[in-house]
Structure formats: structure tokens, C-alpha cells
């Protein structure tokens, strides 16, 4: 490898927070070091241990450096030409034979802006399939659901980070950001020094929890109830601010009424969460200046998380928490580009600008720019799990791009069955991931490090990763894939393989669009430490808060939507009488497929466990550290217990970092919302027996 650059102001290759990070040149088998880079506004310098230790992946060991190919069941070193000519053979002889949507696709909250508008693109214009979603769906659909149908527009934070701390009160909903974002939590840090209240709702008394003023432990699943019953004190206390409920918003009488059929009893014995703490919440939430309620994938992942971040939403609007400073609804996004994944084209309903792909207007605007006629352009298709419970079915053949369903997928068990049947299966990645070593064919691709390209984080701003470092010589970037992919399927313009020319056309295909980035070049990025979406012009200064004169509703005003709870899609029962929720830990990060290659992030978490409470051990005769087997309807998988009272009596944790016998997604349950399509990974039901 050689160096471009002694020293390259870039970001990290993990969270949505999108830490800003220098690369420094070393020697050895590692060419970079991580050094802090305190002018980045968002993080100021701070990192986390991933983001310390993230060029670790970058060393021979840890990576992909060939392409593979399987013989004789075996996956083999390969040419890239013997590689890329198989790719488009396969997937060219599946739609002759199937049809076009018999080719799927599947990205990743991952990659790059760039890379998911020309996937988007690959698939919609060189494969005309409309079988495409990515893992994002995963991720944060259900607030995204949400927050289109209340404000018309779905960004992740419809203001800046830094806002967060000059709110009076702040409730956090099933987010644990000193694990999953530590940078972030100086924020709720300087938020209690500034005087403001911290408000956390987990079933586990998490690193966050132990931060709050007030901890709220709902059973899994019961998030939905828990906010109707806030909402119904709010009502009955008389602290809802009736002004800004008539001049800026709709539908709030069957809100209004649909919250009052949860009285704070009711809500006390489906939540479990006492009606003391319940009325204390509620006070802390009006004596507040102003308030906001900050979700993650706790209320999200459910199959009724667009109902539960709704009844949230209308506890903000009820209370005027909406629309002006320092207050707000909003999304903490998981994934490295969750928020610009989803704006530009890999989603199964979307084109690039969050365009609907049903909207005539949005596909005559972006064929246009493609150079294609819009009645070419594909439907909308099957959501993620969907998709990949179709495999080997109706779906003959993938190209999966930045993921690892495998591990990450819920029903993983049944998920790897599926992609196992498949025809053909090639995966574009960094390292050999669970997913990968299944493949027909593997390509190794560039990492953060070795490429240039802009991602778009948690806040809505749009940030540029700087190539440091270059790739192995074995090892081309996903653009040139897909530029290569698309030539030998006859498409050899369209598909550039540099990542600002690529740029350059994405913000043409988004001009007008909600998620408009016509006025965001590289040097304006580079010169303002990232531009805020929307940014219509060359001379917009980018929009850092929405909606403070309006919402982008036809008619400017949020609307309300009633909601009702119901519960889990698998309850307990007298043969899987405990709930399984999951979550991440601090030194792993989502399918763990790289942070598990890295030693120092192994050591301090070097495997998977099954989180308990000392009654329930006890009741099962369960010692710390005893091997258990987790048990449900999908699977079975053993694992270390790990006692602790900070977690309720009822509900186990497992992380889902692992794949193999301690996987927690061979658990999960795939049922689905029914707007945002986000499978239910956050509640199911299993039973514990000691090993």
C-alpha cells in the first residue's frame, strides 16, 4: 500500500453519527493511525473504542484482497474478469429464464451515498428489476413511516445534535447511545449541566439509564401504551398547549380521544411501569421550556413501531414541542448512512431525493436524468425480509452489496436457508462476512479508508469521507463493480467510477426532491464541515432546523394520527413464558462482521450472552456464567448467562453481534409493521434451560 496523504481528515466508518476522524500515515501492516480531529462539530474530537481501533481492518489479515469463486463447494481465488463475467452471466441467464424480478438486489445503510444511488440505479436501469431493498429497512423505517405521515418529511434529527442540550427535558425511548454512540452522550451530559431533565425508557437499566433523572423499564413491547398513557395525563392534567394545537396542526380531537381510552391504571398494568413514575414523567415533560422525544430501534423495531413512534410524536404536538427551537421529535439513526441510504434509491418504494417510485412526477423526473423513458422504470418491490423470504423462490438469483442478513436478518436461521436456495448468490464486501461465505462469488471492495465518498448523518448533514490510504491491488471499489457489472449488460455509459462525478449526478436526480442536495458539492461540504438537506441552490445555506415556519405537509400544519395500543405479535405463554429483546454492546458494532476481526474490540467483547435477572436464574437454577440454552418457536441457541438486577425479572437480552449457536436473531420474529414493513426484532417469546 502506498500513502496519498501524511494526514486525512475523514470520518468513521461506523455509527450515524459519523465521527470526524484523521488518518495519519504509520508502517506496518496497519498503514494508518486513527488521530482525533477536534475541529468536526459533532463529536469534537471524541471517538469511541470502534472508531479508535477502525483502522485494524484495513491489515491483510482482516480483509478480502481477491475475488472468490466456488469449485467443487469450495470458494477459490479468482480473476476479477472470471468473476464479473460469471456475475453477469448469472444474473443475465435468471431473467431470461424468470423474468427480470426473479434478479434481486440488496444493499446496505452502509455504503455511500454514491454507491446507493448507482445501486438504485443499476438495478432499475441494467437489470430493470423491481426487486431491490436494503438493510436500512432494518433500521429506522418505522420512524421514518412515522414522521412522513405527521410531518410530511422524514430526516433522522430535524435539527443539529448540539441543539439537544438546550432543551428543558429530554426523553429517550429504548436508545442506548454510551454504547451504541458514546460521543453522543456529551450531549445528555451538558443537557443536565445546562439544568434540563433526562428522561430514559429501556426495559435494562443500561450505561444511558444509570445517566437519567428518571428511568422508565416498560416490558418489551409495550412502548405504544406507555406513551398513550402520557399523553392521557398531558389531557387530563390540562398541560396541553391548545394554542400552537390550532394553529399548526390537524386531527387532534380522535387523538385526543384515542389517548384517553388508556388511563394511567390500565397503562401501569400493560407497561409495568408504576403510576408514580408515570405522572412524574408527565410533570417533568410539561414544566419544561421545551422538550424532546429522541427514539432508536427500542420503540422502533416492533410490529407496531410506526403506531408507537406516532403516539410519540403526538405527545410532542399535543405539548407545542414541535417546530420551534430547541424542542422537537426525533430518530437516533443506527447505521453509517441509515438517513442517505434510504434517500436515494436502494429502498424498494423510492428513487433518489425521497421520490416515490409509484409518483409519476418523480420517475419522469429522474428517467430524465437517467437518459431512460420513465414506463421502463420498475415498480415498487418486496421490503427487505420480504425479499429475502422470497429467495429461491419467486428470486432465483442476488447481488447483495454491504450486509450480512445471515447474522443481522431476523428469523436468521430460516434466512440463511433461503439464501442457501438460491440459484446465484454474489456479495460485494470488505471482509468474508457469514453472508459472504456462502456466496458463488465473492468481490473484495474498497473500504472508508481507500475511497472517497459522502455520507449523510444522524442530523441530516451530509459529510465527506477522504480517501487516506490505497486499496490492495487485488481490491477495486463497489462504483467500478457496478460500472464493470453494467458494461457487460450493456449499459458501458451511465455508470461512472468516480465518486464525485457520480455525486454530481445524484444531486441532479434529487434537485426538488424532499431530500434535495442540488446545492451540495464536495468543496462546499469540505469548506463548512458538512451542508444540511434540504439544499435546493449553490446560494441556499442548507437547513440545519425543519420546520419552523411550517411542515411540509400540503397544508404547513403537522398532523396528529390516533393510534391504539396492541399487543406484541408473540406474547409470553406458559411454554415460552419470558420476553427476548436485543441490542448491541460497546465494542461490537451491528452484524459484528468487522469490529469481531479487530482483537482489542474482541477483548473486551469476545462473545455472545444471554442477559438474566438473579430471580429468574434463580427460579431456573442458573448460576453467572452457566451455559443456557435460549429457546423459541425459530431456533434454539446456548450461551453464557450473565446475571444482573439491572434488567427486569420477565425479559432476557441477547446482543446480536454473533451468528452460530449464540445468534440472537435465530429468535427474532419476523412479523411485520404494516406501513413501515420493520420486522418485530425488539419482542418475542422464549423460554431459558440450563445446560
Known sequence: MSIAAATTDTHCPYCALQCGMGLRAAEGPVPVTVVERPGFPVNRGALCGKGTNAAAVLAPGARLSTPLVRRGGELCPAGWDEALDLIAGRLAATAAAHGRDAVGVFGGGG???EKAYLLGKFARVVLRTSTIDYNGRFCMSSAAAAGLRAFGLDRGLPFPVADIPQAGCVILVGANPAETMPPFVRYLRELRENGGTLIVVDPRRTRTAELADLHLAPRPGTDLALALGLLHLVVADGRTDEEFIAAR????????AAAMAHWPEHVEAVTGVPLPQLREAAAL??????AMVLTARGPEQQAKGTDTVSAWINLCLATGNAGRPNAGYGCLTGQGNGQGGREHGQKADQLPGYRKLDDPAARAHVAAVWGVDPRDLPGPGRSAYELLDSLGGEVRSL??????????APHAGHVGERLRALDFLAVSDVVLSETAAIADVVLPVTQWAEETGTMTNLEGRVVLRRKAVDAPGGVRSDL???HALAARLGHGEGFPTDAEKVFDELRRASAGGAAD??????ERIEAEEGVFWPCPGTGHPGTPRLFLDRFATPDGRARFTPVQHRPAAEEPDAQYPVRLTTGRVLAQYQSGAQTRRVDALNAAAPGPFVELHPLLAERLGVRDGDQVAVVSRRGRTVTPARLTAAIRPDTVFMPFHWGGAGSANVHTNPALDPVSRMPEFKACAVRLEPV
Request: charge should be negative; proline fraction near 3%.
Open 285 to 290: 415533560f410539561c414544566d419544561a421550556a421545551t
Open 480 to 482: 467500478e463493480v457496478l
Open 249 to 256: 396542526t390537524t386531527g387532534w380531537e380522535e387523538t385526543r
Open 517 to 522: 442536495y442540488a446545492g451540495i458539492s464536495y
Open 399 to 408: 447481488l447483495l452489496m454491504g450486509s450480512n442478513p445471515v447474522v443481522s
Open 111 to 113: 455504503l455511500t451515498n
